[in-house]
């Protein structure tokens, strides 16, 4: 059913972009405005940053954990660049994939990286880039890898 929803929600965004190309120059956040170390990529906080930045659209990574929820991640095979451990801020020393573990343990285990600890929150569902986006007159341009 999530798959379905984000098809029909892709194809929407696929939509809506090609209206916005009309009236180029666009130009498009990627993984929403992060900022280096400081507002962590594919983030509510980088929807909120492109917003201040002017940006319209931002183009971002959404990927299924392994109980089907949709999350924003970029390296969804090789999470170790895309979050820390909660517990102690580490670095992960292997590869962990998105799609092996749930959002209750994504979200209990791991946080988003980022030299300012206010930001280091756990990585958001594709609900609440949704409703960031809403909330800050932003476009989503979903980007996903389908893995089966």
Known sequence: MNKIIFSIIALFAVASVSILARKLPSTFAHRGCWLGTEVPENSVAAVEMAKRFGYKVIECDVHYTKDSVMVLM?????MRRCIRRKSDYSKLDKPLN????TYEELKRDYVLPSDNPALRTPVPT???LMLACKKNGIMPL???????
């Open 98 to 101: 998105v799609a092996d573990i």
């Open 142 to 148: 979903l980007h996903s890898d389908v893995v089966e």
């Open 126 to 128: 594709f609900e609440e």
């Open 74 to 78: 970029h390296d969804y095979m090789d």
